[in-house]
């Protein structure tokens, strides 16, 4: 096509199509992996999404460790009764599982709001956790979990707080009591779905608890790899 042409043709374009296709390459958003999960889990909050990112992408260049295959987020700014935990395959970006999560009985009734790294706090912990090693306990197949931010949540082991089912986990008591049971601080799921959820995070993979108020220390990454 000659110049004369390809001019008279984008004369015919919209302003909207043109801006973009003379000044620099169209980039689609849903190409970033953050854009491209946040579009896979349309509940979930963008930010956390992003977040949860940057925070386990810090955390394999501090380890120097491989990096995850798969993600876990869990947004405690919504209520208990409300699905807010989610699991991504980041490899295939896209979501694996939505699903009911507990927060510890020193966190809050319906609303987590409290959070903590004490031992007997009964509090929920924040920040980015490595799903290390999985075991049969008081609450069946359960998964440790590691903390690795200091002073946010790296007492998780000592504290036993672990990923595990529990039958308090219904969302049907939302109609009686106005929220789901609560945990002594551990992440609890529904029984249904404990099993599945251990299954695709053991073994290294990562999961970030979400607060809005609260910034993760793995956020001020000195060398944050791209996304």
Known sequence: MSILKLVCFLSLLSPA???????????????TLSQALADSAPDADPMAIAQALQASA????KL???????LALIDYSRPSVARRLWIFDLAARKLLLSDYVAHGRGSGDNFAHAFSNREGSLQSSLGLFMASESYFGAHGLSLRLDGL????????????????????????????????GRSHGCPAVRPEVADQVIDILQGGQMLY????????SLLRCANPPTQ
């Not at 810090?58 to 260049?61: D, E, F, G, K, P």
């Not at 946010?152 to 789901?180: C, E, F, K, M």
Request: glycine share 8%; proline share 9%.
């Open 58 to 61: 810090c955390a394999t260049v």
């Open 17 to 31: 199509f043109l801006l973009p296709a003379l000044s620099q390459p169209v980039i689609s958003h849903a190409s």
């Open 209 to 216: 608890a979400y607060y809005p108020d609260r910034q993760s």
């Open 64 to 70: 120097g460790s491989k990096p995850a295959e798969r």
């Open 149 to 180: 931010e200091p002073g946010i949540n790296d007492q998780a082991r000592a504290r036993a707080i672990v990923l595990h089912g529990a039958d308090y986990v219904d969302p049907s008591l939302g109609i009686t009591q106005g929220r789901i």
